[in-house]
């Protein structure tokens, strides 16, 4: 989708400014749920940078609060909640442009070991 996120030292979290086109259509108007999904779990993967770690989305829940409405200015904000051993909590949310929340994420990452993972077998 091609966001462009920036880490907001002070508040210590990533933001990223976009709109919607057409083709993230769902209902009339508004964006598709599997897309806000997309850009939550996006917004908090970027968390990893942070930390320097490779982690996987675990589990994700995901409240649509209000209709994300196309060509309207947007907002998502990412932040770290916590780690609990290989697990990172993270939370992420879209806003419109009075700062409403119209979608929330709740996320559990895994950190995971790269040379372990992404080991090729000859």
């Known amino acids: ?4 996120f920036i880490f907001d030292r002070d508040r210590r979290r990533f933001v990223c400014r976009f709109r919607l086109g057409k083709r993230y259509t769902g209902p009339p108007g508004h964006c598709h749920g599997g897309i806000i999904a997309t850009i939550v779990d996006d ?27 196309l060509y309207k200015p947007l907002r998502v904000e990412s932040r770290d909640l916590g780690k609990r051993g290989r697990r990172l909590i993270r939370i992420a949310e879209i806003c419109d442009e009075k700062g409403t929340v119209l979608a929330r994420s709740r996320g559990t990452f895994v950190v995971l070991d790269p040379n372990h ?6």
């Open 1 to 4: 989708m091609h966001l462009k």
């Open 43 to 69: 917004a908090m993967s970027k968390m990893n940078k942070l930390r320097d770690l490779i982690a996987a989305t675990s589990k994700m829940t995901v409240e649509y609060l209000r209709p994300v409405p």
């Open 117 to 122: 993972v992404f080991h090729r077998k000859k």
